[in-house]
T-cell receptor, first 114, second 112 residues
Framework: DAGVIQSPRHEVTEMGQEVTLRCKPI?????LFWYRQTMMRGLELLIY????????DSGMPEDRFSAKMPNASFSTLKIQPSEPRDSAVYFC????????????FGDGTRLSIL | DAKTTQPPSMDCAEGRAANLPCNHS???????VYWYRQIHSQGPQYIIH???NNETNEMASLIITEDRKSSTLILPHATLRDTAVYYC?????????????FGKGTKLSVIP
């Protein structure tokens, strides 16, 4: 069975550029999560969608970050303009429902902003 | 802040059982215990979760103490591919209880 698919796996870009990360959740899952992982801060939830609707975006660092989920099988996380402190591994996860169900993660996008 | 504590590292001989402990003394009544692992350069992989009763699946067994203040993940026959960082996490089952948080985890090294 296909798991959560993220692209690209690696992204290196210069400060100020726009970055778009993509995620395809597991088919049939109706909850989608974007996380960021760094050595210093560990795993942080950025935003949570349920049935394609953003429910909680309190973890989005600032206005430079935006996320969309136009349909049940696709989501994007955009950073514009990017800054070096945005360098991290970004994970997308999905689950069937949000409460009590395990979240399944993609392999992440390793983002480096120079 | 993570609500769980785990030993930073453990070694296990290949083929032997790996027993990974987790302390979650502040767990509340509706919170599940989740276990994930993360192999370098990959996303966290779900292993198992439970509320009160012990659980078993094709990957592992989960033993939760009666007072629910601690749990143990058991990998019955560890292989080299089980070398990873293992995280336990508490998460509720009610509405709004969706955020997964990890502590520092236990780095398990399976030794040939």
């Amino acid at each position: 069975d296909a798991g959560v698919i993220q692209s690209p796996r690696h992204e290196v870009t210069e400060m100020g550029q726009e970055v778009t990360l993509r995620c395809k959740p597991i088919s049939g899952h109706n909850s989608l999560f974007w996380y960021r992982q760094t050595m210093m801060r560990g795993l942080e939830l950025l935003i949570y969608f349920n049935n394609n609707v953003p429910i909680d975006d309190s973890g989005m660092p600032e206005d430079r970050f935006s996320a969309k989920m136009p349909n049940a099988s696709f989501s994007t996380l955009k950073i514009q303009p990017s800054e070096p402190r945005d360098s991290a591994v970004y994970f997308c996860a999905s689950s069937f429902g949000s409460s009590g169900q395990p979240q399944h993660f993609g392999d992440g996008t390793r983002l480096s902003i120079l | 802040d993570a609500k769980t504590t785990q030993p930073p590292s453990m070694d296990c001989a290949e083929g032997r059982a790996a027993n990974l402990p987790c302390n979650h003394s502040t767990i509340s009544g509706n919170e599940y215990v989740y276990w994930y692992r993360q192999i370098h350069s990959q996303g966290p992989q779900y292993i198992i979760h439970g509320l009160k009763n012990n659980e078993t699946n094709e990957m592992a067994s989960l033993i939760i103490t009666e007072d629910r203040k601690s749990s143990t993940l058991i990998l019955p026959h560890a292989t080299l591919r089980d070398t990873a960082v293992y995280y336990c996490s508490n998460r509720g089952s009610g509405a709004g209880s969706y955020q997964l948080t990890f502590g520092k985890g236990t780095k398990l090294s399976v030794i040939p």
